[in-house]
């Protein structure tokens, strides 16, 4: 297991950006994936990224989110530029497919006015 932890949420307002962060060793050797879950609602999968870098954003957030890495910084980032209030809830950054054993507490965002 990778020991994986969450940074950068926090309350915002409509418009704000946000850079989500997702630190661990070892974690420049696996593939790691954005997870998020809404109150009252069941997590999903936000975006993903390869080893090597190539990047996979769901079809409802396409073009609004952006996944990167940064190996010097074994980081994974998941930048929203223009928040939504519908983004509000935890994040939560896992391996791809997740291991469902490593969940850890995630990062809140909350959206509101």
């Known amino acids: 297991q990778v020991q994986l932890v969450e940074s950068g949420g926090g309350l915002v307002q409509p418009g704000d950006s946000l850079r989500l962060s997702c630190t661990a060793s070892?974690?420049?050797?696996?593939?790691v994936a954005w997870y998020r879950q809404a109150p009252g609602k069941q997590r999903e999968f936000v975006a993903r990224?390869?080893?090597?870098?190539?990047?996979s954003v769901a079809n409802d957030l396409r073009g609004r989110f952006t996944i990167s890495r940064d190996y010097a910084k074994n980081a994974v980032y998941l930048q929203i530029p223009s928040l939504k209030p519908e983004d509000t809830g935890v994040y939560y950054c896992?391996?791809?497919?997740?291991?469902?054993?490593?969940w850890g507490q995630g990062t809140q965002v909350t959206v509101s006015s």
């Open positions: 990224i390869s080893i090597t870098g190539v990047t």
């Open positions: 070892g974690i420049n050797n696996r593939a």
């Open positions: 896992n391996t791809f497919p997740p291991d469902t054993n490593n």
